[in-house]
Structure formats: structure tokens, C-alpha cells
């Protein structure tokens, strides 16, 4: 069983929708929850980070982090095509020196 | 704007020549930064931690021989594909954490190895 789990997709929303991507894992030792966003040839942009559970927004971006039910969320509201991309979500265990634990990634594409 | 910067960010070869790929923070000393490797539509894969001043640590199945690693200063780590053969072709990340946001990593634009 793998760490951290997402969902591969392809996720297809129609322009204006809310998105919903989650990732679960499985180590309640993770404390740091971050979510990149990777567009294709590209590196990965750092999107949302959040510290153990609680909700964090940032413009159109809401992350949420719940630990007991380890299980994060990104949520994105009135989605432009220009978010496609493929989401990866990413967490971290403390004392590990900035090693983070990648999911497989989603990709989402948001369609005129 | 960008804070870690790669080169060259395209690279074609042939077989059996060696590849260096320079990975920089921008503004920002890096005593730690990090070398992954993507193949098409899959996520991440750590390959190995760059250590300024000390070997770098590879991760379980990764030639050590064949990914050389060097942390040359606070802002330069460089990766080489020794010896460079059909199936190291991929597209190859490196990332550095950013002290001032705790327990992030910063990625760079990442370089597209293609070895013919």
C-alpha cells in the first residue's frame, strides 16, 4: 500500500465548476500537507501548504486538511481552463529534512 | 517569481555520452536539494538528496555510479547521467526547501533528457 494516494483521473469539469481533489494517506506521522500544481513539460508550482488540520484559502484556492480521517482536500472555485494542469498533492513527516512523500498526481482538465 | 533555476532545460545526447544538469537557488542558500525524476504522466520519483559539503544520499535503486551528484556550493547542485543510454531518458526535477516556509520544497522548470 502506498503512502499517500490520489486519484490519477482524468478529471473533466466544465468552466465556472468547483473542483474537489483529494488525496488519503496512511502515516499519521505526516505534518505538513502541500498541494503543487504542474503543467505539462513544466515543473511543479507550489500552490497551497497548510500544517497539520485546519483549512487555509487563497483566492479561488481552499486546502483542508482533516487528520483524523487522513484526508486532504483542494478545493478550487469558479475553475478558468487555464487550471488544467495535474494537481499533486505532498506531505511531509517533521525531522526529515524537507523529504516529501509525492501522491501520483490528478489531472484536471477545465473545458470551455 | 522563479527561485530555483535548472539548465539546460532541453538536452539531447547519444548514447553513452555524460549529461550534466545544473540546478541553482535563486536569493537563497540550499544546504539541501533534491533530484527527482518524472516519467510521462507519472509523479515524482526522489532519486536522491543533495548534501552541500557531504555525499549525497541516493534512494534505494538508484545507481549512485550512474546519477553522479555534486552540492558545489550554498546555491549549486549539478547532476550527471554518466554513461547515458536510451532508458535515462526522462525528465529530470530538482527542488530546494525554502526556510522561510517551513517543510515546503521550491521546484525547478526541470530539464528534458532525451538520449538517442
Known amino acids: 500500500q502506498k503512502e499517500v494516494e490520489q486519484d490519477p483521473g482524468p478529471l473533466s469539469v466544465p468552466e465556472g465548476a468547483i473542483v474537489s481533489l483529494n488525496c488519503t494517506y496512511s502515516?499519521?506521522?505526516?505534518?505538513?500537507f502541500m498541494w503543487y500544481r504542474q503543467y505539462s513539460r513544466k515543473g511543479p508550482e507550489l500552490l497551497m501548504y497548510?500544517?497539520?488540520?485546519g483549512n487555509k484559502e487563497d483566492g479561488r484556492f481552499t486546502a483542508q486538511v482533516d487528520k483524523s480521517s487522513k484526508y486532504i482536500s483542494l478545493f478550487i472555485r469558479d475553475s478558468q481552463p487555464s487550471d488544467s494542469a495535474t494537481y499533486l498533492c505532498?506531505?511531509?513527516?517533521?525531522?526529515?529534512?524537507?523529504?516529501?512523500?509525492f501522491g501520483t498526481g490528478t489531472r484536471l482538465q477545465v473545458t470551455l | 517569481g522563479a527561485v530555483v533555476s535548472q539548465h539546460p532545460s532541453r538536452v539531447i545526447c547519444k548514447s553513452g555520452t555524460s549529461v550534466k544538469i545544473e540546478c541553482r537557488s535563486l536569493?537563497?542558500?540550499?544546504?539541501?536539494m533534491f533530484w527527482y525524476r518524472q516519467f510521462p504522466k507519472q509523479s515524482l520519483m526522489l532519486m536522491a538528496t543533495?548534501?552541500?559539503?557531504?555525499?549525497?544520499?541516493?534512494e534505494q535503486g538508484v545507481e549512485k555510479d550512474k546519477f553522479l551528484i555534486n552540492h558545489a556550493s550554498l546555491t549549486l547542485s549539478t547532476l550527471t547521467v554518466t554513461s547515458a543510454h536510451p532508458e535515462d531518458s526522462s525528465f529530470y526535477i530538482c527542488?530546494?526547501?525554502?526556510?522561510?516556509?517551513?517543510?515546503?520544497?521550491?521546484f525547478g522548470p526541470g530539464t528534458r533528457l532525451l538520449v538517442l
Open positions: 527542488s530546494a526547501p525554502l526556510s522561510t516556509v517551513r517543510g515546503t520544497q521550491y
Open positions: 502515516n499519521s506521522a505526516f505534518q505538513y
Open positions: 497548510t500544517y497539520s488540520s
Open positions: 505532498a506531505m511531509r513527516k517533521p525531522g526529515t529534512a524537507s523529504k516529501l512523500t
Open positions: 536569493d537563497f542558500q540550499a544546504t539541501t
Open positions: 543533495s548534501n552541500e559539503g557531504s555525499k549525497a544520499t541516493y
